[in-house]
């Protein structure tokens, strides 16, 4: 009895934070109009850079959604090309170690350990080549890689090390190389998807590609401040405000609706019913997957 | 600035920029007690003190969530807490969506599961009940 009016009481006060919502028939609008304003990706805190880096999604996470709509797994989707020993800045070897972050990511869900070893190695060179090799435990990795019973185990202490590398390089002066990392992550997240959404054409997938929009000003503002660093960066910023601007007329709107509650276990299930609702014509997408696959193949290339 | 600070000496108590250590032994078994079915996402660790006052929940992160995924947040707390760590997930238009915590029973829930529906970026808020001071960890991981 005590149980059902909990439930009773969170449903009630669910529901009514739900009705006071401000969100109804709202709509997902880039903050400005045009690019980010310099002076505003400045002016963010150490806390927000860290909010950023830290809310951006995770490889995994589409990964899972592959796995979930039962996409076989490609070999060909991987940055193969990628030869850590032929690359010479940092801000290549940054970005490649977010790259190749996303492939271990998804060659761990997959459980191909084969080719995560190759991955791996190319990781540690161009980890150590920027001087935080020492956050990644690669031998703990490879175990895991090779013992396929402790997926868990495998996500967490590789996604943690890719954590520690960030909080690192933001708390010593090397933000440029933070952002980098986590800019590569995301586009060939990006890459991953668009890639699969040609071939299997599926309306979840589509989905999730459409919402990137909603995170892809915050990379913006990540990157902003690094514009001018060189030659390498202002083409990633221009590259990325091309990208905005093939999001720009994809409309993300949001229903209504009460969140249930129940128990389950001991623990609380919550299903929430309000909805996010992307519209998005295909030549909308084709436009996506061609940018996404122009920027991620060239960031590939080996200097 | 004060968050920032807490988070940095939270990381050096979890020996994590000292050794370069990929995890404590404590944040490991967290994210083993999430369950068979769950996979890791991400980690939020907490160290906080009394509260002074209690009005809002003092650790604050964003994260993005998507729709059609099924999350898992679970909350564990060391031995010598003062009270339980608990999580209140806002949306982007600061609407309570979960709490782990029912203020009026007292009941504190070491897990929820979160079927979102609405992909955007959530403000997760973490806190000791009554404000106690107390050090713990919340694992977010996906479920089928």
């Known amino acids: 009895m005590k149980g059902k009016i909990i439930f009773l009481v ?38 927000a850079i860290e909010d950023i880096a830290k809310n951006i999604s995770s490889p995994v996470e589409i990964a ?33 170690l977010g790259i190749l972050g996303a492939d271990l990511g998804y060659l761990n869900m997959y459980e191909k350990t084969g080719s995560s070893l190759e991955v791996l190695s190319s990781i540690r060179k161009l980890a150590e080549d920027i001087k935080v090799g020492q956050f990644f435990d690669f031998e703990t990795i490879k175990k895991l890689s090779q013992n396929k019973s402790n997926l868990d185990s495998l996500l967490f202490i590789s ?61 913006l503002m990540l990157i902003t401040p690094y514009c001018n660093n060189s030659q390498e960066f202002t083409s990633l910023c221009k590259d990325l405000n091309i990208l905005k601007d093939k999001y720009r007329d994809i409309r993300i709107t949001y229903t209504q609706g009460e969140p249930v509650a129940s128990e389950k276990d001991g623990g609380l299930v919550i299903t929430q019913t309000e909805t996010s609702v992307v519209e998005m014509t295909d030549e909308q997408l084709k436009g996506l997957i061609g940018i996404t696959s122009e920027i991620r193949n060239r960031l590939i290339l080996n200097d | 600035m004060k968050r920032y ?10 020996g994590l920029l000292l050794t370069g250590q990929s995890s404590d032994p404590f944040v490991s078994k967290c994210v083993m007690n999430a369950g068979n079915d769950a996979k890791y996402l991400k980690d939020f660790r907490i160290q906080l003190g009394k509260a002074t006052a ?25 031995d010598d ?61 996906m479920v089928k």
Not at chain 1, 81 to 86: E, G, H, L, V, Y
């Open chain 1, 10 to 47: 969170i449903t009630i006060v669910l529901g009514i934070s739900c009705r006071n919502s401000g969100t109804k028939g709202a709509e997902f609008v880039f903050p400005e109009a045009d690019s980010v304003p310099l002076s505003e990706a400045e002016k963010l805190s150490p806390e």
């Open chain 1, 64 to 96: 899972n959604l592959l796995q979930m709509l039962e996409v076989p797994f490609s070999q060909d989707y991987l940055a193969a090309s990628i030869d850590a020993n032929k690359e010479s800045t940092n801000f290549n070897k940054a970005m490649k």
């Open chain 1, 159 to 219: 996604i943690d090390s890719y954590e520690q590398i960030d909080n690192y390089l933001r708390s010593n002066d090397r933000g440029h190389l933070s952002a980098l990392m986590i800019i590569g992550v995301w586009i060939e997240g990006q890459y991953l998807a668009t890639q699969v959404v040609n071939k299997y054409p599926d309306k979840i997938l589509r989905d999730r590609i459409g919402e990137q929009k909603i995170i892809l000003n915050d990379l």
């Open chain 2, 5 to 14: 600070l807490i988070t940095i000496s939270l990381l050096l108590s979890f």
């Open chain 2, 54 to 78: 209690q009005n809002e929940l003092r650790y604050k992160a964003n994260m993005s969530l998507w729709k059609n995924t099924k999350y898992r947040f679970t909350m564990c707390s060391t």
């Open chain 2, 81 to 141: 807490s003062k009270g339980q760590l608990f999580l209140s997930i806002k949306d982007d238009a600061n609407k309570v969506v979960l709490s782990s915590y029912d203020k009026n029973s007292g009941k504190t829930y070491p897990f929820v599961d979160f079927v979102c529906n609405k992909s955007g970026i959530y403000q997760l808020n973490f806190d000791f009940t009554d404000g106690q001071q107390g050090s713990g960890v919340g694992v977010v991981s």
